[in-house]
Nanobody
């Protein structure tokens, strides 16, 4: 079993920055990808960004150029640096880990961008 612990959400003004962190722990597991999804009020969950075991990254068009995903040397913690935040970035952000065919989710962290 894998546990994901998120941190770094909060309230920020338009144009501000936040860094989300997600630490994975548990019994022996393989990380294929780690990343972030978000769900805004009244909307479906959407991919924000992910990074795979070869450090290949992928971003949603809505955050491309404003966000950077990275991971630590051990590969078990992933970071999402978000800059130039907009009110439309307001959402609950969920950490996601894929280990072969199994998906794991964090509990979610709220990001609120005030106008």
């Amino acid at each position: 079993q894998v546990q994901l612990v998120e941190s770094g959400g909060g309230l920020v003004q338009t144009g501000g920055s936040l860094r989300l962190s997600c630490a994975a722990s548990g019994s022996a597991f393989t990380i294929n990808t780690m990343g972030w999804y978000r769900r805004a009020p009244g909307k479906q969950r959407e991919l924000v960004a992910y990074i795979d075991s070869d450090d290949v990254t992928n971003y949603a068009d809505s955050v491309k150029g404003r966000s950077t995903i990275s991971r630590d040397n051990a590969g078990n913690t992933v970071y999402l640096q978000m800059n130039s935040l907009k009110p439309e970035d307001t959402a609950v952000y969920y950490c996601h880990l894929r280990s072969w065919t199994t998906d794991y989710w964090g509990q979610g962290t709220q990001v609120t961008v005030s106008s």
